[in-house]
């Protein structure tokens, strides 16, 4: 592994939340001012290529990433965009089981309002 990419895996997993590529750059930009845009982007498709983190694209969203690499969904708040994870067990064979298909994969993002933004409704 690359000083590069061993530098953007610790700022993904010393963050707690779906960074964009854009804010993953930021901080990286502050421990090493000489790493490009350019980079980081390209080694997040390598990390995400080797599966050591994962890539979550919801629509209308910027790419997100996560380091959580089991399978899980989404859900993202309406007011603040805010990503969070969430697990809702096999959604994966329930979803066989309706359709009669045999899925290779799926994704699922459900939409809500978080509690910090129903604080302030």
Known sequence: M???????????RTFSG??????IYR???????GISL???????GLLTERGLIAKVSINGQPEH????VMKHEHVLCERCGKIAD???????AYLEQQTGLQ???????????CPECQ???
């Open 38 to 44: 350019a980079t980081v982007y390209r080694n997040l």
């Open 103 to 113: 899925l290779l994969s799926y994704d699922l993002c459900m939409r809500y309002v």
């Open 2 to 12: 690359t000083k590069h990419q061993e530098l953007i895996l610790n700022v993904i």
């Open 18 to 23: 779906h960074m964009t590529a854009e804010e």
């Open 65 to 68: 990433y996560d380091r959580s």
């Open 27 to 33: 901080r990286c930009k502050e421990i090493n001012p």
């Open 119 to 121: 604080q302030f409704a």
């Open 86 to 92: 969430v697990s809702v067990g096999d959604m994966k």
